[in-house]
């Protein structure tokens, strides 16, 4: 996969980075399709609760998830949902949640397109 300019994913960059081992690659996919949705269920969660140490928590942990695949929209956006959160501005850090899901759906739906072409290759 080259790099994709609305998501941010260069799955090709990450390969580099492991040293081309391609079983490496896919495994690291399907862990980050495992842990993907919990991730963003969780920020979702604590939007919603206004648990403002809950939602930095989970925005960190959030964008330390996508920090091996992406810096693009997904990343910034549960950077600055984190950073709006430890400094205390409820408000400013939960606007940003609805955006943030949709962006990181398309990593998921990215992901998983990646995972099924290579299921098709047979690699």
């Known amino acids: 996969m080259k790099a994709d300019a609305a998501t941010g994913l260069d799955l090709n960059a990450l390969l580099e980075r492991i040293h081309g081992n391609r079983p490496a690659l896919r495994q690291l996919v399907n862990v980050m399709l495992t842990h993907l949705p919990g991730r963003i269920d969780g920020v979702e969660r604590a939007a919603r609760s206004g648990d403002i140490d809950a939602l930095a928590d989970a925005a960190h942990a959030l964008k330390g998830s996508l920090s091996n695949f992406t810096t693009g929209p997904s990343w910034r956006g549960a950077g600055a949902i984190e950073r709006s959160?430890?400094?205390?501005?409820?408000?400013a850090a939960i606007a940003p949640v609805a955006q943030l899901r949709s962006d990181v759906d398309a990593v998921i739906e990215a992901l998983r397109s990646w995972q099924n072409e290579q299921e098709q290759a047979g690699a």
Do not use: M
Not at 85 to 90: N, P, S, V
């Open 85 to 91: 959160a430890r400094t205390g501005d409820l408000d």
